[in-house]
């Protein structure tokens, strides 16, 4: 059986590497605004494709302007090392942006939030 953290290890973990998820509920949570369905469903798309690889499966709500995933490792009854490699992977594919100077230019409005 997987180590589940508690409340409080969950929670430094988070200041110090996703500031951006909470811990709600019993789970990880982070809402990404989108501004738009288009790319709500370019982002669920993603991290569908980066849960089947992990074998681990987030609950994703999408609404028009918004997508917000909650990860818990259902099975252990809580948060484990799993839980805490999805979300950075999720954040780090979700938020990436090109540096400048890069080939890859990126788009010309406002990206994820």
């Known amino acids: 059986m997987a180590k589940t953290y508690t409340e409080t290890e969950v929670n430094d973990w988070l200041t110090a590497n996703l ?3 909470h811990f709600a509920g019993g789970h990880l949570t982070r809402t990404y605004h989108t501004g738009n369905w288009q790319l ?3 982002l669920a798309n ?3 494709y980066l849960a ?3 074998w681990h499966h987030p609950e994703l709500t999408l609404t028009y302007p918004r997508l917000t995933v909650r990860l818990q490792t259902h099975d252990a009854g809580g948060i484990t090392d799993k839980d805490f490699e999805l979300a950075l992977l999720i954040e780090e594919v979700v938020t990436w942006q090109p540096s400048e ?3 890859l230019q990126g788009p010309p409005k406002t990206w994820v939030k």
Request: proline letters at 7%; aromatic letters at 6%; zero cysteines.
């Open 101 to 103: 100077g890069e080939a």
């Open 52 to 54: 089947e690889a992990g």
């Open 40 to 42: 709500t469903l370019l």
């Open 46 to 48: 993603a991290i569908g």
């Open 19 to 21: 500031p951006n998820w």
